[in-house]
């Protein structure tokens, strides 16, 4: 499969990470609580909020942004730490499945920074998970099996652990067969302004003559729109810009379309612990997927710029997005899909590994994490209970609204 990368009118060219010097100030911030941005709860619907509200796990991945920010000022102390690739959100329920691959996916706030931004937040989600299905007393032990993953991944990015049951489990229900996931996805739909869709309708025009200028393989009408619409579900992309776009693809026979999903790319500024991109924004997301991912995507690219024209205030924005195909086997791991701790701890061994494996390939870049992470381990332990601790004060808080 042919994994396309395309920055506006022109083939990107995808930025491995290199070893460098992370430097950082001094100084731990107050505890407090872990709040969502007021402003940001105000954009959210009436569902959206209720679920937060009442769901501890879902509340964690609400405030991904605030949670990152806390943690960079927790380790805002250290020094001269390495800059690796991160996923950006890594937690639990980023764990995905196809019918034919595994791990985790979704690197939207995929970005270069220090070890601790993913290694803190995956050990969250284990906190919250086992809280939520009692497991607590389970808690250390699952928290040692993704850190021993995350050290197996960085020792020998060769290794690959073998499919955990809980994927097989999964993997074995029936799937929708394609008019029922193209009439879902066709459900999400919300109606687009005027200029948002012809811009889409341009937009993709563009994207197919540059995608086939790369794929000789896809005939002249792939891509043709034949429906599009914004989605709002999900927790932590919920109120990002999203388009689902309902495409031909080889034939005439509806059955035959495919979905695709276009995203504004998530605004990352102002986290200081993470490393400066020197490309443009969307590029982090497709390195992200290229360098840390393991699913398959036949099609993910940087899109020709979006002009929309939001019904809220009628400003008319140009919006950097990134597309990618919807495969339909896929199903993301959650909270309640985990029948035992021993499901639990497999994941996260696996994540573990897939995080560590997918380093860059220098010695002295892998023996430099490997000695940071050594260094620190018993730290991120103790810093993800209290940033936990300070996630759920402010849940609570919010619950009391």
Not at 128 to 144: C, G, V
């Amino acid at each position: 499969m042919h994994r396309v990368r395309v920055c506006g009118r022109l083939a990107c060219r995808v930025a491995l990470a290199i070893p460098c010097v992370f430097l950082i100030g001094q100084g731990f911030a107050a505890r407090g609580q872990l709040r969502a941005d007021p402003a940001v709860l105000s954009r959210a619907s009436t569902d959206l909020l209720e679920l937060v509200r009442s769901d501890a796990f879902s509340y964690f991945r609400f405030i991904n942004r605030p949670w990152t920010a806390r943690i960079c000022e927790a380790f805002a102390d250290l020094t001269d730490l390495p800059v690796v690739r991160l996923h950006g959100d890594a937690h639990l329920e980023q764990f995905a499945l196809t019918k034919d691959a595994w791990g985790l996916d979704d690197f939207d706030d995929s970005a270069r920074g220090p070890q601790f931004v993913d290694l803190v937040r995956f050990l969250g989600s284990i906190d919250l998970a086992t809280r939520q299905r009692d497991w607590t007393s389970e808690r250390d032990a699952a928290m040692t099996r993704f850190l021993d993953g995350y050290r197996r991944g960085l020792s020998d990015p060769a290794y690959r652990p073998s499919e955990p049951e809980l994927v097989r489990e999964l993997r074995a229900r029936s799937p929708m067969s394609s008019p029922e996931f193209l009439a879902w996805g066709e459900k999400q739909m919300e109606p687009m302004e005027d200029i948002a869709y012809r811009s889409v309708l341009e937009g993709m025009e563009a994207l197919a003559r540059l995608m086939r200028a790369e794929r000789s393989d896809l005939p002249p009408e792939y891509f043709a729109v034949v429906r599009a619409g914004w989605v709002h579900f999900g927790v932590g992309s919920a109120l990002a810009r999203r388009v689902l776009i309902r495409v031909q693809r080889r034939t005439a026979d509806p059955a035959d379309d495919e979905l695709f999903e276009a995203k504004e790319v998530s605004n990352l500024d102002g986290l200081r612990c993470l490393d400066e991109p020197s490309l443009p924004s969307a590029v982090r997301v497709i390195d992200g997927t290229r360098q840390l991912g393991r699913l398959k995507h036949d099609i993910l690219a940087v899109g020709p710029t979006l002009l929309i024209a939001p019904a809220a205030d009628r400003t008319q924005h140009y919006l950097e997005w990134w597309v990618s195909r919807w495969e339909p086997t896929y199903r993301e791991v959650r909270v309640g899909d985990l029948r035992s701790v021993a499901d639990l701890a497999d994941i996260s061994f696996d994540a573990g590994v897939q995080l560590g494996a997918g380093q860059p390939p220098d010695d002295a870049v892998r023996a430099r994490a490997l000695a940071s992470f050594a260094k620190l381990e018993s730290r991120y332990r103790k810093e993800t209970s209290a940033l936990v601790e300070e996630m759920l004060t402010g849940w609570r808080e919010l619950g009391a609204r």
